[in-house]
């Protein structure tokens, strides 16, 4: 099993919504990261979890947060978003942070719209 | 700080042709990976091929080769007997060897395969 599932696959929510976006893997990595993504940019990263704690947050704001409540599993908390904050999230995992050499395995994403 | 350049927003390839993707980064360390991911309209982004600097042979995978050229800080990506299936955004990413460092991607090439 080489899959990371994302769900919900699309979102859709105003800005005094609380929703929560769902990562999971059963590939037995070490390390998930949470990834924001434009209409034709690059991922940009947001947080990275290793061994089920928060190692890097790149200055996100705090109406996004994170939790890892296993090894299996990664949440995205949402919470007073922005309609700047419309966009494909996406969740990766890897073996582990520190080699990297290692692949990251990407989710298919959530695709979300906040009004 | 690092930084990854594609040249080509978009480019097009004829059903059965070679394709070249160009890719060129800047940074002062020696030691370090390149990658290229590939990211179909149905959003999940896949590693297509990875290539060690200290390496001087050149990765291949299948179709999917690639050009690096060290010294010129460049690493094109070569798809040989394109295929329908190939038509995605291509990321060229860069990775310090060093622990735990994050991906550096380029802006993307969209590449359209023509039937």
């Known amino acids: 099993d080489t899959e990371v599932t994302q769900t919900p696959k699309h979102l859709v929510m105003g800005m005094t919504n609380k929703k929560s976006l769902k990562c999971e893997q059963h590939?037995?990595?070490?390390?998930m990261y949470w990834y924001k993504q434009k209409a034709k940019k690059p991922p940009e990263l947001m947080f990275v979890?290793?061994?089920?704690?928060?190692?890097i947050n790149e200055s996100v704001p705090s109406r996004f947060s994170p939790e890892c409540p296993n090894s299996s599993l990664l949440n995205l908390h949402l919470h007073a978003l922005q309609p700047e904050d419309s966009a494909l999230y996406l969740c990766?995992?890897?073996?582990?942070?520190?080699?990297?050499?290692?692949?990251?395995?990407f989710g298919p994403g959530t695709r979300l719209t906040v009004l | 700080a690092q930084t990854v350049t594609q040249s080509q927003p978009e480019m097009s390839v004829q059903e059965a042709e070679t394709v070249t993707l160009s890719c060129t980064y800047d940074t002062s360390e020696s030691d370090y990976y390149l990658f290229w991911y590939k990211q179909p309209p149905s959003r999940q982004m896949i590693l297509v091929i990875r290539?060690?600097?200290?390496?001087?042979q050149n990765a291949t995978e299948n179709r999917f080769s690639v050009n690096f050229q060290k010294a010129a800080k460049s690493f094109s990506l070569k798809i040989s007997d394109s295929q329908l299936g190939d038509a995605a955004m291509y990321f060229c990413?860069?990775?310090?060897?060093?622990?735990?460092?994050?991906?550096?991607f380029g802006p993307g090439t969209r590449l359209s395969v023509l039937p």
């Open positions: 979890y290793s061994y089920e704690k928060l190692s």
């Open positions: 990766a995992s890897s073996q582990h942070r520190d080699n990297s050499y290692n692949e990251q395995f």
């Open positions: 290539q060690e600097a200290y390496k001087q």
């Open positions: 590939m037995g990595h070490r390390a």
């Open positions: 990413a860069y990775r310090d060897y060093n622990y735990g460092q994050n991906f550096v």
